[in-house]
């Protein structure tokens, strides 16, 4: 079963494998047709095409923009889509294309014009007025015609210049088509669908200018204006969408800084949201607020001071066990001007904005750590004096940590036959 069920047709002359291909791309982008996902363009007619959509709100999309204009190598190509393939009889003409009429002694050309541009030159002062000028010095008048979406060019044959514009209608129909294709190639309408660009574009007044416009329909917004000056317009939209960022931390570093960061992000960046994860900031909100606050947040990272102390693995396991970091962090929190992290890896890491803060933690924790190692020999070696042994260090292991871990003790069996065992001893002092 084909999965492109749902056919839109438009009207084109002859058009080739590579035309047809550049079609099915712009009606392939959702962000210069309004569509989506579309299977290959099949001719429908002499002079009708159809494409077919995957999804049903694609091919409605593409329908409330009505007319699109896709630059082909041959020129502007001004396609007008509909529902079903109903061709026009001869004496019915398409009015979606440019068409010349011939009155007694007025000449009359009919141009479809996309409806919000055809607003936009009524309301714009500036438009209208190069547009009047521009017909004007070769002896045309406009007029709009909402209803059909459609602009009338009107001139009179005794009165043009050159008398009859040179003796050929063909001399005025170049020359007011020169007039539209220059409207054409100024103006831009920019269509857009996304309701999160929507929202932002009707809030922020400062879209609308001497050169733009922004028009509104039920499901979207269009900006109309200058090429320019909508061109410029559309990427501060895009910058202006909330933004994510994510930067990867180390939850250690990241409290040390945590306070003034957050500081700093209500004061500069106050738009922004910030989620803390596993390892990582997002933050998220405006493009500009989100870019100023990951600079803010990696260049108070870049700040924290780090010592490593080594340490044998003993200790290392006993800061671990005890619960020693969180009690060494607290201490130093009130003691120190500075607070002071630590980690357990290879080595002790202490971590902090001060350098004075690490050299007093560092001196604190040697102060405070201490192993002993006691080789047992003869007799108390061998069961079952290294029994005895063994309950005597214990008992006396649990009444020193009867309030706090503070001590452990391990035994390490050496080879057999060689009646030396080792007690390992360590802990706070």
Partial sequence: MDEYQH??????????????????????????????????????????????????DDKERVLRRKFHTISLPRGELCLTVSRTNSPQSPDQPSTRKPQTITKANTLEKIFPVDIFLLSFLRNNPKANKVLQKQLCSIGCTVEFNFDEEEAVVRGDIEKGPGGAFGGAAEKWEMQVDRVFNSLTESYL?????E?????????????????IR????????VIV????????????????????????????????IEEEFSREMRAHCADVKIHRGNSMITLEGPDKEVQSGATKLNELIKKVKEK??????ALLTFITSSGAISKYEARFQQS?????????KSDLILCSLSSDALDKAEAAVSRDLSEANVQL???????????????IMIKAKNEENSREFRVDVNFILHSRGVHNDQSTTCGLQ
Wanted: proline share 6%; hydrophobic share 35%.
């Fill in 189 to 193: 309408c920019y269509h857009v669908i």
């Fill in 377 to 391: 020999q003869g007799a108390t070696a061998v069961p079952p004096e290294l029994e005895r042994v063994k309950e």
């Fill in 214 to 221: 922004v028009y509104t329909s039920s499901v979207h917004a």
């Fill in 225 to 256: 204006g200058v090429y320019e000056a909508v061109k410029e317009r559309i990427a501060i939209l895009e910058k202006s969408l909330p933004t994510k960022r994510e930067t990867p931390v180390v939850e250690k570093k990241f409290k040390l």
């Fill in 336 to 344: 120190l001007r500075h607070p002071v992290s630590l980690e357990v």
């Fill in 195 to 211: 309701p999160e660009k929507v929202k932002v574009l009707l809030q922020d007044l400062s879209f609308v200018t001497d050169d």
């Fill in 308 to 313: 490593r102390v080594k340490l044998c693995p």
């Fill in 7 to 56: 056919p839109l047709f438009f009207e084109a002359k002859d058009l080739t494998d590579r035309e047809k291909e550049k079609i099915r791309r712009h009606f392939g982008k959702k962000r210069d047709s309004g569509g989506g996902e579309c299977g290959m363009i099949e001719k429908a007619g002499e002079d009708t095409y159809k494409i077919s959509f995957k999804d049903k």
